[in-house]
């Protein structure tokens, strides 16, 4: 990048570990906490643990690998005795026939070719005849054979190994999954969007291309190094004990560069889930961006998330790559002193070509699996750091586990009590404190007061989205924590400020409330609902496909479909929190006929900071810090000259008799049927 790094690039580049660091606790990176309680073995350990539910399919495939490295271990040792036959074959064809073999050995000695001796006493020659070509031609089949067998081995071994692998992730997925929703909304507070779907998406990819091509190799090349160690042994252990260099050599490579690698892929994931989150917050909130022109600013953080990202990368990547260099070295060290110590003991008579040859090829294969466990440790590193990263997805604290003993009535009163409840985010900071409250059925709540008040933490622990500090919520005279959340939410509708739909048609978007509904159901909410009228007016109706963001209709549409969803449920209890925040006036008196056909026969709470929109309810509780500090109808708070009045007059003071006209215009104009309009395209 030409612009210049600022210090926050410069402090990533400069990140490093001390080699002498053991992970523990809440290590930090960036400006979030990162867990390491885990070190590469206990999570590698953990890793292949998976494995377990798949025992009897791992066995097969451990069985198919030793199968075919067996046959392949063998197959050189074959392949020199056929060497064996060619050479005594042409040295035979040389001597005179009929002389046996030991005069002739002599009489060499005599004249002085002594080494010449020696390779003739070494080799399994018959004077005066030539190559067997019926026993090389047997031989050179069965090595064919001895491969054949052995890739298909193999190749079995695989399809085995990828439907393990698949199952397991498939397995982690799901679990995944069911973890996620069983993490309480603190969990995700205090965290990215992007990083925890980092975590479940690209960290699990990772860690199935580390099972799956990572383990089969580390499998394979252990059975073959072990295998291959035996037959060099057997072949001679002179020239085994040399082959066996490679491994301390080997093993200092590998613990050097790959516990530093390791920490480095800790960095490089971490610097991931940092990057999707910011994409994911660009992507989301890009028109916010583009409002506040901060498109310059964003990109700016992108590039020093990017920066970091890069840095962290190439340093895992350059460590980790620096290993198959230095590992074929030792390759190359360990094959010249075999082939010229092999070379030594052949013209001394101590080995026959045809070991030497077998020998190479072994020392070869012996050193082609020690490199692949060197190419692979790049990919198995970085997959237990996804792997460690996933667990800690999974080893997050869980919401309290459920105590369901009861269940509500169907349907319920809706009859709700606070009795004596504290609640607050932080232990150090006290929101709500002793508050007591009771709603009867088919009353509508509203709560009004200032951000921060507690207003949406009040409904929330309605739907026990975060547990009591002290005291109860009961309704029906049924305690909520005596109910599952199922149970709970069951019975409970809520129509959120942010209005957000699913990718699909709008008919399936209102059915999501009673996924039973019948279409006749679905349109009889959209009637009373008021969705009915814009649905009608575009060009496939109820079956117009919407993205997920809705963004081919209008907030107050949106928000309109919200409340036609939770009027397909039929709940006993309405929370409706800021509902109307997002539309204008016109279609605000839209959003509360809806809100009104919503709350009928039901018990309601509304939060709301247009006052306008609460005038009618039952009850109106003032709250600020966490108290309720007013409570009384509309007209009753007024006339006390309190909390909520000069709320009301910091609201209404200096409206003009435009606004006011604009006002009365636009709920007549709600209470009948809106113009005709031409039919809309959405796409």
């Not at 067997?132 to 031989?139: H, T």
């Not at 009850?619 to 109808?633: A, F, P």
Request: proline content about 3%; glycine content about 8%.
């Amino acid at each position: 990048m030409a612009k210049k790094k600022d210090a926050a690039v410069a402090e990533a580049e400069d990140f490093e570990l001390p080699d002498d660091y053991t992970p523990s606790g809440d290590d930090w990176f960036g400006d979030q906490p990162v867990k390491k309680a885990k070190h590469f073995w206990p999570s590698a350990k953990r890793l292949f643990g998976l494995l377990a539910p798949e025992k009897w399919l791992f066995s097969l495939v451990v069985v198919l690998v030793v199968g075919s490295v067996v046959l392949m271990v063998i197959a050189p040792k074959v392949l020199g005795q056929a060497m064996d036959v060619i050479f005594s074959g042409i040295m035979g064809a040389q001597l005179p026939k009929g002389v046996p073999l030991d005069q002739i050995i002599a009489g060499m000695r005599e004249q002085g070719q002594g080494q010449y001796a020696d390779v003739l006493a070494g080799a399994n020659v018959v004077p005066g005849e030539g190559i067997d070509f019926g026993l090389l031609g047997s031989l050179i089949l069965t090595v064919l054979a001895l491969y054949l067998v052995a890739s298909f081995l193999m190749w079995w071994q695989g399809y085995l190994l990828n439907r393990l692998v698949m199952r397991i992730v498939f397995t982690l997925r799901q679990d995944i999954e069911e973890k996620i929703n069983r993490l309480p909304l603190s969990y995700f507070d205090g965290r990215q969007r992007g990083d925890v779907l980092s975590r479940v998406t690209n960290d699990v990819d990772n860690i199935q291309q580390a099972l799956q091509q990572a383990f089969s190799q580390l499998v394979q090349s252990v059975l073959t190094i072990i295998g291959i160690t035996i037959m060099m042994f057997v072949v001679s252990w002179q020239l085994a004990l040399i082959a066996l260099v490679a491994l301390p050599l080997s093993g200092v490579i590998v613990g050097i560069v790959g516990v530093r690698a390791q920490k480095r892929f800790v960095a490089q994931w971490k610097n991931t889930g940092d990057l999707n989150g910011h994409i994911e917050e660009s992507f989301t909130g890009h028109e916010i961006v583009r409002v506040f022109n901060r498109d310059a600013e964003m990109i700016e953080e992108f590039d020093r998330r990017n920066e970091r990202l890069f840095e962290a990368s190439f340093k895992a990547q350059a460590l980790s790559g620096s290993m198959m260099p230095a590992m074929q070295f030792v390759q190359y060290f360990t094959y010249v002193l075999i082939a010229v110590v092999g070379a030594l003991r052949v013209t001394a008579g101590q080995m026959t070509l045809g070991d030497v040859t077998a020998f190479i090829q072994y020392s070869r294969e012996f050193s082609q699996p020690i490199g692949q466990m060197a190419g692979m440790a790049n990919m198995l590193q970085s997959g237990i750091a996804s792997a460690e990263r996933t667990f800690e997805l999974l080893d997050a604290e869980e919401q309290d586990p459920e105590s369901a003993v009861a269940e509500l009535p169907e349907p319920s009163d809706g009859h709700v009590e606070f009795a004596h409840v504290s609640f607050s985010y932080d232990a150090a900071q006290p929101l709500i404190e002793d508050l007591s409250l009771e709603v009867h059925p088919g009353q509508t709540v509203a709560i009004v007061g200032p951000t921060g008040a507690g207003k949406t933490t009040l409904v929330n622990l309605i739907m026990r989205f975060y547990e009591l500090n002290e005291g109860r919520i009961l309704i029906d005279g049924v305690d909520i924590t005596e109910l599952s959340r199922a149970e709970l939410r069951g019975h409970v509708g809520m129509v959120l400020q942010d209005a957000w739909l699913f990718g699909g048609t709008i008919r399936e978007n209102i059915r999501y409330g009673r996924l039973d509904a019948t279409d006749d159901e679905v349109v009889e909410a959209a009637q009373a609902t008021m969705v009915d009228r814009f649905v009608r007016q575009l060009p496939d109706g109820y079956d117009t496909v919407i993205d997920e963001n809705g963004s081919a209709l209008s907030a107050g549409e949106r928000q309109l479909l919200t409340i036609a969803r939770a009027f397909i449920a039929d709940p006993s209890l309405l929370i409706l929190d800021e509902a109307t925040s997002s539309v204008d006036t016109r279609t605000e008196v839209l959003v509360q006929q809806a809100m009104h056909a919503l709350r009928a026969d039901r018990t309601s709470f509304v939060i709301a900071h247009r006052l306008s929109t609460v005038r009618d309810a039952d009850t109106i509780l003032m709250m600020e810090d966490g108290r309720i500090v007013e409570q009384g109808s509309h007209e009753e708070l007024l006339a006390r000259q309190g909390a909520y009045h000069a709320l009301y007059q910091a609201q209404f003071a200096g409206v003009s008799d435009e606004a006011e006209e604009e006002e009365v215009e636009t709920a007549a104009v709600a209470a009948g049927e809106l113009p005709d309009e031409e039919p809309r395209e959405v796409g």
